[in-house]
């Protein structure tokens, strides 16, 4: 057994421990066996004369962060985009140009499996060095099937190569590639017939994604993406009403879909249909900043309705190329007023939530994995109040920790 003693534990659970207390954290193959007081660790130490002892002198301790949206792996950049909407012309004007995305896709296309470990790796590093423990990453800059199912074999080899935990979401339903120009409801056919098939029958997707906007597909062809994802045992997300209202969240709540994310424009009736589902909204603050946007989500709407809300970095080349979730609390609270507790939790347990994986992350309790963070703070609303700063004193996933990386 190994054991973290002098622990002041956030665990982001619904029943917290109280604040001013010190407890042991007592870990063994990788998971959380036991979380006692420290008023009652001189009897159990007396017990286990072997046991491995790490006194971490009242530090803060929470669980690993989880960055539960992101489009980690890509080719290129977009600054010229962003010195374009500097000049006055938007995000969607850039898009129907051709650029956006689709430039992303014809650098992502040209790019080797090697080339895209070696530029996705410094974003991947940033992140985990901020103290993410989990991350989700997404294809979706493919386009086609080659390199669709390379962006998720790289995604894949990260979590190989590093000590973090990769999902994978397939995005193929992105944007519409240049060649099928005019044909949107064929290349819908094509990634349903296709890019998902293929995708869960090589085991490269833990979950397939759909952009539903005015600029990217409609609800109707959602829908067709999110059938056949079903029909291969695969879970739904969703880029809704990040700029408009299309009722996109309202439909991936009836397909029980782990999130919707941006929500920007989501409405009552979309609060109260992913309320019923249990689906996770994940609110996106680097995009919002980045895109120097108005409008903003329905907070009070997602509190009133108790809809867990997540937060992630959405990062990207394209509207946040932000590598940092540590920027994204202090975000979210500055331009949404989440609080600190709301945003901790938006990065544990609700984004654990959004990636299925809500009873084993994102939650210091027993039988969960001992996924955690010891932090040189004193208390958990020093995370969202500040950001830039060296603050992680240890990295522990699966039990092992995980400094050098």
Same mark, same amino acid.
Request: hydrophobic letters at 40%.
């Given at each position: 057994?190994?054991?973290?003693?002098?622990?002041?534990?956030?665990?982001?659970?619904?029943?917290?421990?109280? &604040?001013?207390?010190?407890?042991?954290?007592?870990?063994?193959?990788?998971?959380?066996?036991?979380?006692?007081?420290?008023?009652?660790?001189?009897?159990?130490?007396?017990?286990?004369?072997?046991?491995?002892?790490?006194?971490?002198?009242?530090?803060?301790?929470?669980?690993?962060?989880?960055? $539960?949206?992101?489009?980690?792996?890509?080719?290129?950049?977009?600054?010229?985009?962003? @010195?374009?909407?500097?000049?006055?012309?938007?995000? &969607?004007? +850039?898009?129907?140009?051709?650029?956006? +995305?689709?430039? =992303?896709?014809?650098?992502?296309?040209?790019?080797?499996?090697?080339?895209?470990?070696?530029?996705?790796?410094?974003?991947?590093? &940033?992140?985990?060095?901020?103290?993410?423990? =989990?991350? @989700? +990453?997404?294809?979706?800059?493919?386009?086609?099937?080659?390199?669709?199912?390379?962006?998720?074999?790289?995604?894949?080899?990260?979590?190989?190569?590093?000590?973090?935990?990769?999902?994978?979401? #397939?995005?193929?339903?992105? &944007?519409?590639?240049?060649?099928?120009?005019?044909?949107?409801?064929?290349?819908?056919?094509?990634? $349903?017939?296709?890019?998902?098939?293929?995708?869960?029958?090589?085991?490269?997707?833990?979950?397939?994604?759909? *952009? $539903?906007?005015?600029?990217? !597909?409609?609800?109707?062809?959602?829908?067709?993406? *999110?059938?056949?994802?079903?029909?291969?045992?695969?879970?739904?997300?969703?880029?809704?009403?990040?700029?408009?209202? =299309?009722?996109?969240?309202?439909?991936?709540?009836?397909?029980?879909?782990?999130?919707?994310?941006?929500?920007?424009?989501?409405?009552?009736?979309?609060?109260?249909?992913?309320?019923?589902?249990?689906?996770?909204?994940?609110?996106?603050?680097?995009?919002?900043?980045? /895109?120097?946007?108005?409008?903003?989500?329905?907070?009070?709407? #997602?509190?009133?309705?108790?809809?867990?809300?997540?937060?992630?970095?959405? /990062?990207?080349?394209?509207?946040?190329?932000?590598?940092?979730?540590?920027?994204?609390?202090?975000?979210?609270?500055?331009? !949404?007023?989440?609080?600190?507790?709301?945003? /901790?939790?938006?990065?544990?347990?609700?984004?654990?939530?959004?990636?299925?994986?809500?009873?084993?992350?994102?939650?210091?309790?027993?039988? !969960?994995?001992?996924? *955690?963070?010891?932090?040189?703070?004193?208390?958990?609303?020093? /995370?969202?109040?500040?950001?830039?700063?060296?603050?992680?004193?240890?990295?522990?996933?699966?039990?092992?920790?995980?400094?050098? *990386?």
């Amino acid at each position: 057994m190994q054991w973290w003693i002098n622990a002041k534990l956030a665990t982001c659970s619904a029943t917290p421990l109280p &604040a001013d207390s010190y407890y042991a954290i007592g870990v063994s193959e990788g998971y959380i066996q036991q979380l006692v007081p420290m008023s009652d660790w001189s009897e159990i130490k007396a017990n286990q004369t072997e046991a491995s002892v790490m006194d971490v002198n009242g530090r803060l301790v929470t669980p690993g962060l989880i960055d $539960c949206h992101t489009h980690l792996v890509f080719a290129g950049h977009r600054a010229e985009e962003f @010195e374009k909407r500097l000049n006055g012309v938007s995000y &969607a004007e +850039i898009s129907r140009q051709g650029g956006g +995305i689709l430039s =992303t896709v014809r650098a992502t296309r040209s790019a080797s499996f090697d080339e895209l470990m070696e530029s996705s790796t410094p974003r991947l590093l &940033a992140l985990m060095s901020e103290g993410v423990t =989990t991350v @989700e +990453i997404k294809s979706g800059y493919g386009l086609n099937l080659e390199t669709e199912l390379k962006m998720l074999k790289v995604a894949r080899a990260l979590g190989d190569k590093y000590p973090v935990r990769v999902k994978t979401t #397939l995005l193929a339903a992105h &944007a519409l590639p240049e060649e099928f120009k005019g044909r949107s409801d064929d290349y819908i056919d094509w990634v $349903c017939r296709e890019a998902i098939p293929a995708a869960a029958g090589e085991g490269l997707a833990d979950a397939v994604d759909v *952009f $539903c906007e005015s600029i990217a !597909f409609s609800p109707e062809q959602c829908q067709k993406v *999110f059938e056949a994802a079903v029909h291969y045992g695969l879970p739904i997300k969703g880029h809704m009403e990040q700029l408009t209202l =299309t009722g996109g969240s309202k439909l991936a709540a009836s397909y029980q879909a782990l999130s919707v994310d941006h929500v920007e424009y989501l409405d009552e009736e979309g609060v109260a249909a992913i309320a019923a589902s249990g689906t996770v909204a994940t609110i996106l603050p680097g995009a919002f900043y980045f /895109l120097r946007e108005r409008q903003l989500p329905p907070i009070e709407l #997602l509190r009133r309705y108790e809809v867990p809300i997540a937060l992630a970095s959405d /990062l990207n080349p394209g509207s946040s190329p932000l590598a940092s979730l540590r920027l994204m609390l202090n975000m979210s609270s500055t331009l !949404f007023g989440l609080t600190p507790q709301e945003n /901790l939790v938006g990065v544990t347990r609700h984004a654990a939530k959004a990636l299925n994986e809500e009873n084993r992350l994102g939650q210091l309790q027993e039988g !969960f994995a001992a996924d *955690f963070i010891v932090w040189d703070l004193q208390h958990p609303a020093q /995370l969202s109040y500040q950001f830039g700063t060296q603050d992680l004193y240890q990295r522990v996933i699966h039990g092992a920790v995980s400094n050098d *990386f």
